[in-house]
């Protein structure tokens, strides 16, 4: 029993000394020099580097609307795939826990009684009581390589939320102002409509009159009849487009109260910030570089499967079994240390490392096309925000010479100088051209939206 003692003393006493020999190392990052280069090509007035992001603006700054903003309440509070998130995040909270005390001594307390007969003699009853102890001691990094895996996978859940929410509210915001583009181009067209149906009955006056054909009453009610079918495919694209943001707020179909999209507000000019900064905004990209780390120490966890585990043991019971009949009663103390090391597992694992290895080439693969597809994503929601907004200076002006040129050429019409189908072809491109004005300004919305949630925007 004392050499026992003794050799567990010892075993502390040169526990700092072999923690040299560990194998365990902190993770990191990898060079990410390739990343100053991600918004090439980018007009330099959109790429400010020494200014903020606009990224870092909460949703509600950004989004000021407050009707969408009690949209993305909704979704955050009830959206499925968000709560299922929250859940994962509370599994790998409990992971961490339970590798956080994995450090300490297992303790656990028993019994157990026997009763036993020979020959002649009355049964006799012995039983035994007491706790008893068990504590592995991480020397070579098993049990730190699996907390800092455990952690890190804490990180991926929580960036894998925050990047739910990102994506919600973008998705949310999007379909918000597309309901408010569609409801525009319904408001057009049935204002098309009403023209359509005006000039019908000016040209069947003109018809009896003997100052126009049949072929322009005909082509006039064919371009009435083309309104009424674009007006019923918008009516069914915003009923399925409600049903669909009714689904994803998590709430039962509904008629979903919106304001006009003339009235939204947004910044004059955009800043992407720091091509580096994606890598702290992004919750994806964070999501990434965690999922890079747990695979780190997952090849630590399993470089350590190759060495030695040291485990101390001790027990304490009290007996009523002490052989002899003055003292029917007694203590009992024991302790064991232990080492076992590997010698052969049939390869597993040789095989362990070999995969932890792969999947940790693979993770940083993953994580360095994250980056580039942050990038291009930025690129692209700039280029969709520029090019939208000069074709929105385009739209005004062709709208302007439009009703200029519907206004003469009724007037000219007026004179008997022109036909009416040339007042009719006017009209069908003033519609054209609202339309486009229309689908124009919702792209310098999306643009808004889409660098928004490109730059990591919507976790606050």
Known sequence: ??????????????????????IYTRYERPDLSFADSLYTGIRQETQQADSASFADLSWRELFTDSLLQRWIECGIEHNTDLRVARLRTEEAEAVLQSSRLAFLPSVSIGGQGQVSHSDGRSAQRTYSVGPSAEWELDIFGRQRNAKAGAKAALGQSRAYEQAMQTRLVATVADS?????MLDEQLQISRRTLTTWQENIRTLSALKRAGKTTEAAVLQARANKLEVEGSILTLEKRIGELENTVCALLGIAPVKLER???ADRHFPDSLSAGLPLSLVSNRPDVREAEFALMQSFYATGEARSAFYPRITLSGTIRWTNNAETISNPGTWLFNAVGSLVQPLFHKGENVARLKIARAQQQEALLQFRQSLLDAGNEVNNALILWQTARKRLGIDRKRILNLKAAVWNTKLLMKYGRTHYLEVLTAQQK??????????DRYDEIQG????????????K
């Open 430 to 439: 003033l519609l054209q051209a609202e339309l486009a004005e229309s689908e």
């Open 448 to 459: 808004v939206i889409t660098l928004y949630h490109a730059l990591g925007g919507g976790t």
């Open 176 to 180: 918000y102002y597309t309901l408010l």
């Open 259 to 261: 304001g006009v999209l």
């Open 1 to 22: 029993m004392k050499k026992t003692v003794h050799y567990i003393f010892l075993l502390l006493f040169l526990l700092p000394f072999m923690n040299g020999c560990g």
